[in-house]
């Protein structure tokens, strides 16, 4: 059966310190693998999705980015946080047009 | 404008009522339509997903579609209190590879 895992659970990083969240799925080969946002109290934001290896597209122009450097793993990046980038920033993952099914999810703080 | 439209809530309904979430959107060409339900701090789970116009169940679930109208509803039976979540739609507009997601509704179930 498939699995997705993703890491860290919580963090609470310095306003301009770097970030790097990971996502990697089992069971499937070739999936799709998106990276949303969700603000306390608010909706699921689309940041990136890709269809495959160095595949990004990205949604939201701002300071994150995201990377695919193999078929199941995702990454999402900043250089520098912004206190706007708090939340809770969940990974997930498709077989096309099929169901989407989402990791436990990263919460993130910025001070 | 917004892809997917959900009103706020929240929702309150008695154990044992009928729930009635509704959604809209805006992209005439969408093929797909989930509900996921998501509790506080944690990541959504997928309920039911519809693809053709009309109503599909399971369980206590039912998903209704009307593409003509672009909206897509969920009903639950005899509701529960642990029914009480924030209750999410999700559309894959006709770009395929995206989902879309409305900013959920809030049920709660009083006992």
């Known amino acids: 059966s498939q699995t997705i895992h993703q890491w860290p659970a919580t963090l609470v990083q310095p306003v301009g310190s770097p970030l790097s969240l990971e996502c990697t799925v089992e069971g499937t080969s070739n999936p799709n693998l998106y990276w949303y946002r969700q603000a306390a109290g608010r909706g699921l934001q689309l940041l990136f999705y890709s269809v495959g290896i160095g595949q990004i597209s990205s949604e939201v122009p701002q300071n994150l980015s995201a990377s695919r450097p193999q078929d199941r793993q995702f990454i999402l990046s900043s250089k520098k946080l912004l206190l706007s980038d708090s939340g809770f920033y969940l990974c997930?993952?498709?077989?096309?047009?099929?169901?989407?099914?989402f990791g436990e999810g990263s919460r993130l703080t910025v001070l | 404008q917004k892809e997917v439209e959900q009103n706020s809530g929240p929702l309150s309904v008695p154990e044992g009522a009928i729930a009635s979430l509704n959604c809209t959107y805006s992209?005439?060409?969408?093929?797909?339509f989930f509900w996921y339900r998501q509790y506080s701090g944690k990541s959504p789970e997928l309920i039911m997903f519809i693809y053709s116009n009309g109503d599909k169940e399971d369980g206590r679930f039912t998903a209704q579609l009307n593409k003509a109208s672009q909206y897509v509803s969920l009903l639950i039976r005899d509701s529960q209190p642990s029914d009480s979540a924030t209750y999410l739609c999700?559309?894959?507009?006709?770009?395929?590879?995206?989902?879309?997601f409305g900013s959920g509704t809030k049920l709660n179930v009083k006992p």
């Open positions: 999700a559309v894959i507009p006709y770009n395929f590879n995206k989902f879309y």
């Open positions: 997930a993952w498709s077989e096309g047009a099929g169901e989407l099914f």
């Open positions: 992209d005439r060409g969408s093929q797909s």
